[in-house]
């Protein structure tokens, strides 16, 4: 990345923040996302109380154009038990043990940036501000007043220059920025939607199998499904444009790896197979911090990836090389800015979650008040 881009990308995340409220504590990100769960907006395929109900359907979501909208799929995923891990994979990824995973909807394909930039680049946000776009009702004007991450001045660094383009997969945020999206989501439909956990997300991976990959142990055949180093040379690709898995997932393996909730430990699958982890995913071992964003972990390989990356069971780890070059100080809550391979997508359990339950997956408000300390406007 040249220099003069890298202090103008320094200078438009300190400089271009949001506007929010003189208290940063009567933000939106400082209450939990089951606040907005009552009176959703209305939408009959979303709406079950058993697992027999569950069916697809669509979100439906207000663009920066006005009259235009966006939609994606959500795909249910019935609960059940299976064995996660590998034991003829990495040491990490061992020893396999026997879990159980309670119904969800995923979302069909990686979030795109058509989704992401609703939030992601305060697009739509704007677009109300200006009169663009007609302010419905109190759901919007709570979602535009989350905070929200700063736009980079050249969003091409971290998107392979494809976020202008409909269909690619978001990429380059942090697992914070990805946290705070589904936060929005939730806000704006009243339905709650998150980041997977590890377990979830290989079990929807794997659709029963128990083989490398979902669709066999052959990597022959990975070019069926994914987009990886050895059939991407220029970045990633449109969604959807490889076969899908068996529960009609797309880019399962390949493309953009994908955030989930975890707190990387190579000992992690040991504690589980003991019993000895209580939450549903391993938490941070302290509060997250301005500088703790590494050690999380992305799943799938991406199309920077060689195939033995992009199995079910592999464990992809961030570490500080994805924010190299990033010049801020503190360095950017918000963006990878040397991972535009990372991605993410949402599911929505059907259980509704209690507001504790719900604790444990909201993003941190803290590191995001900490960091305007730290980055004054």
Known sequence: MKKSLLLALGLALICSMTSYAADVKDNPAFKNGTTWLSNPVANPDAEATTEDEMKPYEETLQTNVAGETLKFKMIPIKGGEFTMGSDSGEKDEA????????????????????????????????????????????????????????????????????????????????????????????????????????????????????????????????????????????????????????????????????????????????????????????????PLSVYGMFGEIARGGSCFHEAKDCRSAKRIVSDKTWKEHDPQFPQSIWWMTEAPYVGFRVIRPLAVPSEEEAKLFEPDPLVWEKYKELNPR
């Open 95 to 286: 020893p396999a043990f026997k879990t159980t995973v309670a119904p969800f909807w995923m979302e069909e394909h990686e979030v795109t940036w058509q989704e992401f930039s609703l939030f992601g680049l305060i697009y739509l946000a704007n677009a109300r501000k200006s009169g663009a776009v007609k302010t419905e009702g109190e759901r919007d004007e709570i979602a535009d007043a989350l905070a929200a991450p700063t736009a980079p001045y050249s969003i091409g660094t971290i998107s392979y220059d494809k976020s202008n383009q409909e269909g690619f997969p978001a990429s380059g945020m942090t697992r914070y920025a990805a946290q705070m999206y589904c936060k929005w989501l939730t806000i704006t439909t009243g339905r709650y939607y998150r980041l997977p956990t590890e377990i979830e997300w290989e079990y929807a991976c794997r659709c029963g199998s128990d083989t490398a990959y979902e669709f066999g142990d052959d990597e022959a055949d990975l070019d069926k499904y994914a987009w990886y180093l050895d059939n991407c040379s220029d970045g990633y690709q449109k969604v959807m444009t490889k076969e899908p898995n068996k529960w009609g997932l797309y880019d399962m393996h390949g493309n953009v790896c994908e955030w989930v909730m975890d707190q990387y430990d190579k000992k992690a699958y040991k504690d589980f197979a003991k019993g000895d982890i209580e939450t549903p995913f391993v938490t941070p071992k302290k």
